[in-house]
């Protein structure tokens, strides 16, 4: 099993472009999650889903959105990046016990 | 609200050395996660505690949920620099959706 997995590792945007990021995951579980981790604040959820076609918002979703089109994949997108959304971006997921598996990350810059 | 305080923010210690890092809400816990971060990677569950007064060990970890269940410990004996990570301490939100509420983590660099 791969467990939870995420494209791409880095990317560099420039203010303004926008972008997917991809987390899939090959455990069957129902409930995944967007975060976002910076220097200071800790893991902050953007958003999250408890099941195929399902989503929520989290702490901090303005300027992102989600889908969970298929149970394994959860896309999270930046439609107009900022600066401010230059961030370690974690995905991870869960089935019963609250214990969540995360993803190795995504690393964003914006200029 | 519930607020999960962990201390202290960063430790930095020799090789051999034993340490404890803490993590302390404002409320009851239901129960409690334990996560190790490892520089540039994703965080990794270690440990789940539940019952007041339960003591987990993990090899030279061992993890002590208080007796109220509003505090937990997690020690480390004789520290090696495969130990240095960020640990993070978690929790079930009170609002269910299996949303987890986080602290900021205690920094720990073993230096060899």
């Known amino acids: 099993n791969a467990g939870v997995t995420q494209t791409p590792k880095f990317r560099v945007l420039k203010t303004g472009q926008s972008m997917t990021l991809l987390c899939a995951q090959d455990?069957?579980?129902?409930?995944m999650y967007w975060y976002r981790q910076d220097p200071g604040m800790g893991l902050r959820l953007i958003h999250y889903?408890?099941?195929?076609?399902?989503?929520a918002k989290g702490e901090v979703p303005d300027g992102y959105n989600v889908s969970r089109l298929k149970k394994q994949n959860f896309l999270l997108g930046l439609e107009s990046a900022a600066p401010s959304q230059t961030s370690v971006y974690f995905c991870?997921?869960?089935?019963?016990?609250?214990?969540?598996?995360f993803g190795p990350g995504t690393r964003l810059t914006v200029t | 609200t519930q607020l999960l305080e962990q201390s202290p923010q960063f430790l930095s210690i020799q090789e051999g050395e034993n340490l404890t890092v803490y993590c302390n809400s404002s409320?009851?816990?239901?129960?409690l996660q334990w996560y190790r971060q490892e520089p540039g990677e994703g965080p990794v569950l270690l440990v789940t505690?539940?019952?007041g007064g339960e003591v987990k060990k993990l090899k030279r970890l061992t993890f002590q949920f208080g007796d109220a269940r509003k505090d937990s410990s997690l020690h480390i004996t004789a520290a090696q620099p495969g130990d240095t990570g960020l640990y993070l301490c978690?929790?079930?939100?009170?609002?269910?959706?299996?949303?987890?509420?986080w602290g900021l983590g205690t920094s720990l660099a073993v230096n060899p």
């Open positions: 455990m069957n579980h129902e409930y």
């Open positions: 978690a929790e079930p939100n009170a609002g269910n959706n299996r949303k987890l509420i």
């Open positions: 409320s009851v816990f239901s129960s």
């Open positions: 991870a997921s869960s089935q019963s016990s609250y214990e969540q598996y």
């Open positions: 889903s408890v099941g195929e076609g399902t989503t």
């Open positions: 505690v539940v019952t």
